[in-house]
């Protein structure tokens, strides 16, 4: 890393602000932890109760004229007296688009609240008010050491025209507010029982339930998982093998003829082809707390470093949080929360380095 810092001008103390950061500096505008809230309590609160409704989509011609579409709608935001255009080209009918109100989705999450004692924290929209998130503390929680994860499940709400409204679980890291999401089970089959006017009848409730279990079993799954990666000792070479097995695997025969360090990035007779050569050196500066931008060294904060040892779970938590803080650059919020809370990273990453983990121990 000497080598790393060398090469710039200067070292700067680099702070990032998100609303991944659920340690309640970027989300104290939507925080409610310790408020009691339910969710309906929780959208209010946060100023997310306005609705949606189809309209005639409208165009100006080649002559000023404004045309009316017969066929076609646009998805519009109505907050008072406000509209904003959210987007457009849809039907609507039987087989349409339903728009679904956030508040509907509220809903079902205080009929999880009442019935699992769940806690609503969060909630906050991104991507210009298309999608919707709530968080509600499931109350499982796990340590290694002193770094703790806590469950959340995870209530989005989109109004993009194609994307279902979505219930999943989400473990997240409560000092570097990464995050790593687990699809509950039989996901479709939930999907459309909320996309729908909600009937809280026996059955609904015993689906939630099931749900609420599924969820709790696949954080001690997670636990698990991480106490195994945890286990495991990991040196420089160790860790950059890995980073290249989860961002760039056809860079491992030329990296094993190397030196199998740094200077693999820096050598001159190796021809490093290929995407994602920047996830790998992001990732190699997180294990060491350092950002490199426009021929500078940041510090980076809340890493969550300072609980952990070299192991493989460290890493691990590299890629996360390259992919929940870093990836698309500093200001490109909204693509990194949309491929977090719709993914686990820009083409499921975080569940390719798990798994790669895994496999390494």
């Known amino acids: 890393m000497a080598e790393m810092r060398n090469m710039n001008k ?23 932890v310790g408020q009691n809230m339910n969710c309906s309590q929780l959208m209010r609160n946060a100023g997310l109760d306005w609705q949606v409704k189809l309209k005639p989509s409208k165009w100006v011609s080649n ?33 349409g688009y339903h728009p679904m109100q956030n508040e509907s989705l509220a809903r ?48 989005n709400n989109f109004h993009t025209g194609r994307d279902k409204s979505k219930i999943n679980t989400t473990n997240i890291s409560i000092w570097c507010s990464n995050t790593f999401m687990q699809a509950l089970r039989d996901k479709e089959q939930f999907m459309i029982a909320i996309t729908h006017r ?41 860790m950059l093998k890995y980073f290249i097995l989860v961002y760039n695997p056809a860079l491992i025969p030329d990296f094993e003829k190397s030196k199998k360090d740094w200077t693999f990035f820096k050598d001159g007779s190796y021809r490093l082809q290929g995407t994602n050569l920047t996830q790998i050196k992001r990732c190699y500066g997180v294990y060491n707390d350092m950002f490199e931008s426009n021929d500078k060294t940041y510090k980076l904060q809340n890493t969550g470093n300072h609980v952990r040892e070299d192991t493989y779970w460290k890493a691990f938590n590299c890629v996360t949080y390259n992919e929940d803080h870093l990836r ?9 929360l949309k ?14 380095a798990m798994n790669t983990a895994l496999e390494l121990v």
């Open 198 to 238: 909600i009937e809280f009848n026996s059955d609904f409730e015993e689906l939630v339930k099931s749900k609420i279990d599924q969820a709790l079993q696949s954080n001690e799954e997670y636990k698990e998982q991480a106490i195994a990666l945890n286990g495991k000792q990991i040196t420089e070479s160790d």
């Open 339 to 352: 491929n977090t809370f719709t993914m686990n990273g820009a083409d499921n990453i975080k569940t390719r």
């Open 63 to 95: 002559d000023g004229d404004i045309m009316t579409s017969k066929k076609y709608r646009s998805l519009v935001k109505i907050d008072g007296k406000k509209e904003d255009y959210l987007v457009g080209n849809l039907t609507e009918g039987k087989k």
């Open 10 to 32: 200067k070292i700067e103390n680099f702070e990032w602000t998100s609303l991944l950061d659920l340690t309640g500096k970027g989300l104290s505008q939507f925080n409610a």
């Open 328 to 336: 698309g650059g500093s200001d490109n919020g909204d693509s990194r």
């Open 108 to 155: 079902v999450g205080d009929h999880f609240a009442e019935k699992a004692k769940l806690s609503f924290e969060h909630c906050f929209s991104y991507n210009n008010s298309k999608a919707i998130t709530f968080l509600a503390n499931t109350g499982g929680s796990f340590n290694i050491g002193e770094d703790q994860v806590n469950n959340y499940l995870m209530f």
